[in-house]
């Protein structure tokens, strides 16, 4: 899921693989360091990560390498 709010941008992804190798407190703080997020929650019920970021900063395919990067 995406919207768009100015130039911000928030997505939402499964998140299956970062189950939990990676606690989401060491997760989150990996994510918030990317510059342009600017906001992350983790649910580990839904096993889902929704990420807040400005685009003209960071590309989503840097957050979702990140991702991947820490579930594996």
Known sequence: MVKNENTMR???RAILSLSWLVPA???ERELRALKGVNDV???HLAHTVQVSY???RITSDKIRAL???LGS
Do not use: W, Y
């Open 25 to 27: 407190g060491i997760a």
């Open 10 to 12: 928030v997505e939402e």
């Open 41 to 43: 929650s983790i649910n």
């Open 67 to 69: 991702l991947s990067k």
């Open 54 to 56: 400005d685009p003209t």
